[in-house]
């Protein structure tokens, strides 16, 4: 079980990421704050059909991976299979999970949507061996990877657009991290 | 290729992207849209024209990295395949420019990368490069207004935050923290 205070020591610096989910914060108030603007321009069809909609589709959808690459790792840390090493990216892999949870979570509830929460259950099949674990931890990267690449221009709202920008960002990183350790080509 | 006797210094992200910003500035200014379809997209095409420059800077870094024979058969390989993504994107980038009416910016007659020395120095400098373009295109993907030119630019970003992870491997540096810009 990766507890929060294990998380605290093995996830640096603390303090970036307490910054990074005010940065979240933001982001959802600014998402907000340009659907006002839609809104007080007379725009409202727009946003309301193209916008707000369809980012809430792809924002709900988002979430969804989020939470299912959250319990992945949670699974990986449970298993004692990882080595220490591993375990360590592991930790801040799902740090950036967590943080792209939240922050979507911020983003629906700004558009007034209650954020789904995790799954009870997932299978993720049998883990037998650390590789098993950097398996499905990189398959479900590769799936995010494909996922954001593509609905990412399918977004209309900017503040959300830039958020599903880095949160990109961070799953190519992870995927290319974890091919590496799979001695899956990069190139 | 032109060098100096300086120790290399990478090109840092916020170097690049205060360049970036410079051109992005510049080229808005002295373009004046002739169209309407110019004229809408202008913030597009200065960002296009910024990235563009970005992958002509980074296309001579690989051809300087692969001249200089000091990069292992390995690295050769990496190198040749990152150039290569980066060529693609000059053109991508090339024929969006030209479509929308703007003018594709040239590469420079020469680049300096400082002394090349080893190995090493060309991963750092690579790397530098590659994290500066994923900043760059990262700060700018949601100011770009043309959906099918956002399409064309979510691939590039997720080449240069591969290439710069792959870089940072090699260089042992820390892959756990999130690009930040």
Do not use: C
Not at chain 2, 55 to 82: C, N, P, R, T, W
Request: proline letters at 3%.
């Amino acid at each position: 079980m990766i507890t929060e205070k294990r998380e605290m020591h093995l996830v640096e610096p603390v303090l970036e990421d307490q910054k990074m989910r005010r940065d979240w914060f933001r982001l959802a108030a600014t998402a907000s704050a340009g659907a006002m603007i839609f809104l007080l321009t007379g725009n409202t069809k727009k946003l309301y059909a193209q916008s707000k909609e369809g980012d809430l589709g792809i924002l709900t959808a988002a979430l969804y991976l989020e939470n299912e690459a959250v319990a992945a790792y949670q699974a990986g840390a449970e298993s004692k299979l990882l080595s220490p090493g591993v375990l360590k990216v592991a930790v801040a892999f799902q740090s950036d999970h967590k943080y792209h949870r939240d922050g979507l979570s911020g983003v629906l509830k700004s558009f007034g949507v209650e954020p789904q929460g995790p799954e009870k259950k997932y299978d993720f099949g049998s883990l037998h061996s650390e590789k098993d674990i950097l398996h499905l931890a990189r398959d479900r990267e590769h799936g995010a990877v494909l996922a954001y690449g593509t609905l990412a221009s399918n977004i209309l709202t900017k503040a959300v657009l830039n958020f599903g920008a880095n949160v990109l960002v961070d799953e190519v990183r992870h995927r290319t991290v974890l091919n590496a350790a799979l001695g899956i080509p990069n190139y | 290729m032109s060098t100096t006797n300086n120790h290399p210094k990478p090109v840092s992200r916020r170097q690049v992207l205060k360049a970036g910003a410079i051109s992005a500035a510049a080229g808005m200014i002295s373009s004046i849209p002739a169209t309407a379809r110019e004229a809408r997209f202008a913030g597009d095409l200065a960002i296009l024209n910024v990235a563009l420059g970005l992958e002509h800077q980074a296309i001579a870094a690989y051809d300087a990295g692969a001249k200089s024979k000091l990069l292992s058969a390995d690295q050769l390989k990496i190198a040749v395949s990152f150039q290569s993504d980066h060529k693609r994107h000059r053109d991508a980038l090339t024929g969006f420019i030209k479509r929308f009416g703007g003018t594709p910016v040239a590469p420079k007659s020469s680049y300096d990368f400082g002394t090349i020395t080893s190995a090493a120095d060309i991963v750092k400098l690579a790397q530098g490069l590659e994290e500066g373009a994923a900043g760059a295109y990262l700060a700018n993907a949601g100011n770009l207004q043309n959906r099918e030119i956002l399409n064309a630019a979510v691939p590039i970003l997720e080449d240069e935050v591969r290439h710069n992870t792959v870089f940072k491997n090699l260089l042992g540096m820390d892959v756990t923290g999130r690009l930040k810009y």
